[in-house]
């Protein structure tokens, strides 16, 4: 049965995985590096100084900054990150996600929110979701990212629920795989294509339906 579903945020819950992007793509632009939408993908649901490392892979000369300059690029995407942010209200939450919690509340089963941003709190707060899911793992709670399962094990342990018992939510192939890793049903948002590892893959959240997972469920 299922007894909690574990939801990822930027790309889930709302589209700030659109603000990572525009905020990527300017320090792209900045440096000369081509950075497409395509490669962004790579991006979706991993820390902030490995999507930097991935952004300057794609240069065309190999560059090399000191450990001080990797955090001022670091940095200086997330004040532009964060300035994108700013203007997120509740009606930013994607179609369908009130709906699906709604109806998770009713049934009893618990919510959680897996987040790899350091930046999770905030934009909770700004949607009005803070006190909506039963808890909160951001990047501060956390050693290791995705792709590593650390960030769905730790929530469903404060929990109190078992891996087996789990429903991950995710629009990162990473997520997918952090998902699989901690040995939970894995849910994706995106295209089909994208995502072999996926228990279930919708072309958006709009398409989340209780019936529908718990119909491909076996636990
Ligand atoms: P920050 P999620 C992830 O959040 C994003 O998908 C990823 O693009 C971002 O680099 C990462 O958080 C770190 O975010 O720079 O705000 O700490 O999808 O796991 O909710
Ligand atoms: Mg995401």
Redesign the pocket.
Known sequence: TIQAVIF?????ITDT?EH?YLAWKAIADELDIHFTRAFNEN??????MD?LKLLLSQADTPVQFTDKEMEELADRK?KL?QSLIESITPSDILPGVAEFTAELQRRGIKTAI???????FTVMNSLGLTNAFDIIVD?AKIKNT?PDPEVFSTAAELLGVEPSHCVGVE??AA?VQAIKAAGMFAVAIGAKEAFPQADLVLSSTSELDYAKIEGLFIA
């Open positions: 990822d945020l930027d790309g889930v995985a990572h991006l979706k649901g991993v820390s902030r999507s997330n990150y897996a987040s790899a941003s350091k930046n999770a990047a995705k629009d990162a997520g």
